[in-house]
């Protein structure tokens, strides 16, 4: 039986069934709206303003070796002890916009259309009601696909046709050499590389590199967390008297890599450096209840990290519903 | 200097100092857009639809005696390590909408327009494009002003024209009552009595008033959480193999509440009795991994609830960007 002739036979019994009922209210079958809220987020920091701009979410079917010095049973159990779908990992895109007052600033710009359920992020900035032509500058925390391939349109167009594009300059050195390309294994870090040569291999003028401990947007430095790759960035948002600290991939999933900041993903350059960042950042954050912006964290990704047993937690920011 | 004096200097500025750079691209300053998403969340459930719809929040500045139990400094303290804004409790509303294809059910109505940021619902449906004429029926947990005054727009016209309302049988009985009304203390306690004649004095006989453990609406069962009110009542929202805990106001600020399951919140009529209650449900959820609507928790307030040290901690459950 169909689903619309089920339908039309449960809506013809109940029709039957309230018929006698002379009192009843009429009954209107709404359909099925089928269709999520936009998924973009705004917050207030200092003058400054947040928007955080979905580029979607999709479970990660779990890899043979997803955590490379842990088996893959306890990854799965941990994984399904978070409420994960069974045998995934949930993983969330989130970019953010600063609205400085002076500049508009997209930091990390999504996957792309890779999958049906990523690279939304140029329908959440409409959503938002930015336009891609008005980002001034876009920050790449680090060059993995997920974070660069929103640059180009799948036309190979420039998505924000008007802003400076700006990456880590270690992180430029390390995947624009063929040398490195070269030595990749194959799978994740081969394509990481090949996503790098078809965004940036017609662009290598026009992508400007910086250091980190610099203003790389007005009130936005950039700060040292390599290991996940090799340049990899965080960013410091300051307005007045409040800061967002925004983390890039200093770690995934929370569930996982929170709890267990020691274990090794699979997509870390230098596995036992990403752990000592990862510590070192997250000490500092918990000491000093550092307002943090997870990339992969579950969206809107904003949020406390605090010491728990031998690792961390996440304390999600509430939802505001006003701004 | 005005606001638009200040930018207009200060982009002149900006003008002055990139003129040098041809390659620069055209600046665009983007104004602050100052209004947040539309708050609701879809998730389905079985067949059926669900949306949060929320109806605002705000931070409640603590009175002195929040928790009976308790000094209230050591609530501040609880509240501040939370991340609240100092001395105060933030406290989401989130009313549910359940499209079960043959009903569109509305669970609790929220505040109305008490305050700028609360009363939100009627936005909030209208985003998520549910017109309040098709609600079929309304279910009440309790009959508290938060959860009850939505029921009618501030013009006392009804805000669910063609809805069934249905409240506890055991509430009605008890908040109805004058003897009760007459013996309440003065507050928060005085203003429910208050609110419920307001809503309910001229329709009491249109309001259907259930037992626990029925079909209240196509697979919602009504279920007895007593303690919070002598009539306080959750609903189990089932759909094939897919179940939902709307557990209404079993606890309030998870933070505070689950962490410390024993604490007596000033709005529990019954304070033991709540805290017995509040042990059962968790018990159970921690037990069953029962997903879980929370009216008080942040928004969307879907999650599930573990044990953790002495009292229980929720896990939200992630947010999807595709439904």
């Known amino acids: 039986m169909t689903e619309m002739t089920r339908r039309h036979l449960l809506g013809a019994a109940a029709a039957t069934a309230v018929a006698p009922l002379a009192a009843a209210p009429a009954f209107a079958t709404a359909p099925v709206a089928g269709k999520q809220v936009p998924t973009y987020y705004r917050s207030k920091l200092g003058d400054f303003e947040i928007t955080v701009v979905s580029d979607g979410a999709r479970p990660i079917p779990l890899p043979p070796r ?10 799965l159990k941990a994984a399904e002890a978070a409420y994960m779908p069974k045998g995934t990992v949930f993983a969330p895109f989130n970019p953010i916009v600063v609205n400085t007052g002076s500049k508009l600033v997209l930091i990390d710009t999504g996957y792309g259309p890779i999958a049906p359920t990523v690279g939304m992020l140029p329908q959440s900035l409409a959503a938002a009601g930015i336009d891609p032509k008005t980002i001034d500058i876009v920050l790449i925390s680090h060059m993995h696909g997920d974070h660069i391939n929103g640059i180009k349109n799948p036309d190979g167009s420039l998505a924000f046709p008007n802003a400076e594009i700006k990456v880590p300059a270690v992180d430029w050195t390390y995947w624009m050499d063929d040398g490195n390309m070269a030595k990749a294994s194959e799978g994740f870090f081969k394509a990481s590389f090949g996503f790098n040569r078809k965004i940036f291999g017609d662009m290598k003028d026009k992508v400007t590199r910086f250091d980190w401990g610099k203003e790389v947007a007005p009130g936005i430095i950039s700060v040292e967390t390599a290991g996940h790759t090799p340049g990899h960035t965080s960013f ?19 569930a996982l890599f929170l709890t267990n900041p020691d274990w090794q993903i699979m ?41 728990a047993g031998t690792g961390y937690r996440l304390v999600p920011a509430p939802w505001n519903p006003v701004i």
């Not at 997803?66 to 990854?75: A, D, G, I, M, T």
């Not at 410091?236 to 929370?254: C, M, W, Y």
Request: no cysteine; hydrophobic share 45%; charged share 25%.
């Open 236 to 254: 410091v948002i300051a307005s007045g008297s409040s800061k967002l600290f925004f983390q890039g991939d200093v770690s995934n999933a929370p």
């Open 66 to 75: 997803f955590v490379l010095n842990v088996p893959n049973e306890e990854v």
């Open 267 to 307: 997509f870390d350059s230098e596995p036992d450096k990403a752990i000592a960042t990862r510590r070192r950042v997250y000490d500092m954050a918990a000491a000093e209840k550092m307002f943090i912006a997870g990339y992969h964290f579950p969206f809107p990704g904003l949020g406390w990290v605090e010491k």
